[in-house]
C-alpha cells in the first residue's frame, strides 16, 4: 500500500461523538487525500492538502474537518459523527505526479 | 450530481472473454483519466490512465479508448480472467490549488469472470 497506513482499521461509535482518523505515509509525498466510499456513489473526496497546513475542500467536506501539522500525517475529524458518516474512508497519497496510492482503508460505523 | 457516469453497475464475463467497462463526463475541464481496481478488503489501485490528448492506450490486455467530442471514454480487459473478478472505477482529474489531483469518480462496476 505505498507506504501508507490508516489507523484505526475498524471504528463503532455513537451518534454525536467525535471521531479523528488518521493516515501516515513515510512515502514523504506532498499530496494527500481523504477519501469516503459508499455504495452506489464510489469514492468521493472530503478534503485535500497539497502540503502542511494547506489543506482544500472537496465534493463532500460538510462536517468533516482535516489539519495537517506534519507531512506524513494527515488527519480527518468528524466533531460530531452522524449515522450518515458511515462509510469506508480512504486516504491517499501523491508526489504531484499524475498516479494517487490508496492506503488499506478505515471502516466506521456510526450507530 | 454524478459528474462521471460509470456504466454498467455489473458484469459477468466468461473466462478468456472481453470485458466492457463505459464512463462518460460532463466537465470539460478534466484532464486525466485513470481506472482503479479495487479487490474486497484492499484500497483502490490504478490499473492505467490516459490523457485527453490520446485516443487509445494499451497496456498488456488493458486498454482505455477516449473520444474527447463524445466526452466518453472505456476500458476494456481482453482475455479476461478469473483473477481479474474485482470492482473497476473510472475517473477523471481538476486539478486544485496548490497542484493537487482532485479526482471524481464513477460509482463502479464489480466484475466477475467465470470459469
Known amino acids: 500500500d505505498a507506504g501508507i497506513t490508516q489507523s484505526p482499521r475498524h471504528k463503532v461509535t455513537e451518534t454525536g461523538t467525535p471521531v479523528t482518523l488518521r493516515c501516515h505515509q513515510t512515502?514523504?509525498?506532498?499530496?494527500m487525500y481523504w477519501y469516503r466510499q459508499d455504495p452506489g456513489h464510489g469514492l468521493r473526496l472530503i478534503h485535500y492538502?497539497?502540503?502542511?497546513?494547506?489543506?482544500d475542500k472537496g465534493e463532500v467536506s460538510d462536517g468533516y474537518s482535516v489539519s495537517r501539522s506534519k507531512t506524513e500525517d494527515f488527519l480527518l475529524t468528524l466533531e460530531s459523527a452522524t449515522s450518515s458518516q458511515t462509510s469506508v474512508y480512504f486516504c491517499?497519497?501523491?508526489?504531484?505526479?499524475?498516479?494517487?496510492?490508496f492506503g488499506p482503508g478505515t471502516r466506521l460505523t456510526v450507530l | 450530481q454524478q459528474q462521471v457516469k460509470q456504466s454498467p453497475q455489473s458484469l459477468i464475463v466468461q473466462k478468456g472473454g472481453i470485458s466492457i467497462i463505459n464512463c462518460a463526463y460532463e466537465?470539460?475541464?478534466?484532464?486525466?483519466f485513470p481506472w482503479y481496481q479495487q479487490f474486497p478488503g484492499k484500497g483502490p489501485a490504478l490499473l492505467i490512465a490516459i490523457r485527453p490528448d490520446v485516443s487509445e492506450k494499451k497496456e498488456g490486455r488493458f486498454t482505455i479508448s477516449f473520444n474527447k467530442s463524445a466526452k466518453q471514454f472505456s476500458l476494456h480487459i481482453m482475455d479476461s480472467q478469473p483473477g481479474d473478478s474485482a470492482t473497476y472505477f473510472c475517473a477523471a482529474r481538476n486539478k486544485g490549488p496548490g497542484g493537487g489531483n482532485k479526482l471524481t469518480f464513477g460509482t463502479g462496476t464489480q466484475l466477475k469472470v467465470e470459469l
Open positions: 466537465n470539460t475541464a478534466f484532464d486525466y
Open positions: 492538502s497539497y502540503g502542511v497546513k494547506d489543506t
Open positions: 512515502e514523504n509525498h506532498r499530496y
Open positions: 491517499a497519497i501523491s508526489s504531484g505526479a499524475d498516479t494517487q496510492y
